[in-house]
Structure formats: structure tokens, C-alpha cells
């Protein structure tokens, strides 16, 4: 079964309205959690590494004042795009790793089908 | 950089046959490398994962393989099924901490029954 749950799976927003997506790991804890953003047709591209307890690190050329991260415990983080526009429609996908013994595995959500109209 | 490339683009094979999924990267220095199915509109779900000092792993039909010093991962599926079809992922991971995901454009298999 799924590790990682993302929610929701789809979200319709009017433009410069805000949304907010979670990220739930499931049967584990996650210091750390992940958000990528994917085109049509194209790979996942890293955006941001969410942080239990502290700032989120940002890949160059994300906003991070338009894509607030929050990992307010070890199973949740979330995303919220803020003032949204259509441009900032995509597919969102959040991941988090597991350990087990000196192996780390990333597991991923089923991804969040954002429409900016 | 790391970069990572896969060929082909795409894939068209009817039910049955053998294929081989192709992954390249251009930095060797990689913790692990990982393959992943991607349905439409899905997210990701993790195939088979290789360790840095490992070269293959199986998993049912699935075979990976691993050459890291030429920066090569072949990801060979027997036996195909039309419920293959699916977009394939490598990605390759360079430190064992944070996620650091280097992600290849992936392989659209349709397998016709």
C-alpha cells in the first residue's frame, strides 16, 4: 500500500486565490519531505526540501514567498501556492524517504493536478 | 551537473515480448539509482532501487541493472503486459542525505495486447 498520501488529487482554483496541498507519510516518520513540480511531458523537477521544525530549502529560481512549505510534524508537510496564477498550473508531487538500515528508499504521493483558471 | 538522459523516448511493443529500458548518466558519483512507473495523472511508484555497490536488482519480471563507472542502468522487463504501459523514470541520487533526485525524462512503454 501507499507510504506516502498526498492530498488532494485534483484542485481547481480561480486566479489569485491560494491552495494548499498535503503531504502525509503514512507508516513512517520524515524529518525531511520533498515537493516537485512536473510539466506535461516532461520530468519532476526538485522545488523544494520541506523541514520538520525549521525553514524549508528552496532550489534556485523557486519563490519561496509564493510556494510556502510548512512541516509542522514528522508525517506532514504541506504546500501552499499562494496567489495563484494559470502559469502555476502543473503537477505537484510530494515524496519522503524511509530508512531501513543504511538503505534509504523515496516514496511519492500520488502527485496533486493543480488548474489555475 | 548531473544529468540524465533515457532512451527511447518512447515505446511501442505488443503483449509478450521482451524489452529493455535505457538510463544514462553523466556523473558517476551517484549514492543510488532508482526506477519508477509513472501512470497518467499518477504519481510515482518506486520499481526497484540499486545501491551504488550493487549492479542488478529483481523484482517478478523486472530486472535493473547497474554500471556506474560507464553510467548506464538498463531496466529489462520479461514477459511484457498490456498493464505495463506506463511512463518509466530512472532517477539517480548523489548523497545519502536529502533526496537530491536527479530525474531522466523518462521512457513511454505501451505494450498492445
Known amino acids: 500500500g501507499a507510504v506516502v498520501s498526498q492530498h488532494p488529487s485534483r484542485v481547481i482554483c480561480k486566479s489569485g486565490t491560494s491552495v494548499k496541498i498535503e503531504c502525509r507519510s503514512l507508516d513512517f516518520q520524515a524529518t525531511t519531505m520533498f515537493w516537485y513540480r512536473q510539466f506535461p511531458k516532461q520530468s519532476l523537477m526538485l522545488m523544494a526540501t520541506?523541514?520538520?521544525?525549521?525553514?524549508?530549502?528552496?532550489e534556485q529560481g523557486v519563490e519561496k514567498d509564493k510556494f510556502l512549505i510548512n512541516h509542522a510534524s514528522l508525517t506532514l508537510s504541506t504546500l501552499t501556492v499562494t496567489s495563484a496564477h494559470p502559469e502555476d498550473s502543473s503537477f505537484y508531487i510530494c515524496?519522503?524517504?524511509?530508512?531501513?538500515?543504511?538503505?534509504?528508499?523515496?516514496?511519492f504521493g500520488q502527485g496533486t493536478r493543480l488548474t489555475v483558471v | 551537473k548531473q544529468e540524465v538522459t533515457q532512451i527511447p523516448a518512447a515505446l511501442s511493443v505488443p503483449e509478450g515480448e521482451n524489452l529493455v529500458l535505457n538510463c544514462s548518466f553523466t556523473?558517476?558519483?551517484?549514492?543510488?539509482l532508482q526506477w519508477f512507473r509513472q501512470d497518467p495523472g499518477k504519481g510515482l511508484t518506486s520499481l526497484l532501487l540499486?545501491?551504488?555497490?550493487?549492479r542488478e536488482q529483481t523484482s517478478g519480471r523486472l530486472n535493473a541493472s547497474l554500471d556506474k563507472s560507464s553510467g548506464r542502468s538498463t531496466l529489462y522487463i520479461a514477459a511484457s503486459q498490456p498493464g505495463d504501459s506506463a511512463t518509466y523514470l530512472c532517477a539517480v541520487r548523489r548523497q545519502n542525505y536529502g533526496q537530491n533526485f536527479v530525474f531522466g525524462p523518462g521512457t513511454r512503454l505501451s505494450v498492445l495486447p
Open positions: 540499486i545501491q551504488s555497490s550493487q
Open positions: 515524496s519522503a524517504t524511509r530508512s531501513t538500515g543504511q538503505n534509504t528508499e523515496a516514496f
Open positions: 520541506s523541514n520538520e521544525g525549521s525553514k524549508a530549502t528552496y
Open positions: 556523473d558517476s558519483a551517484i549514492y543510488n
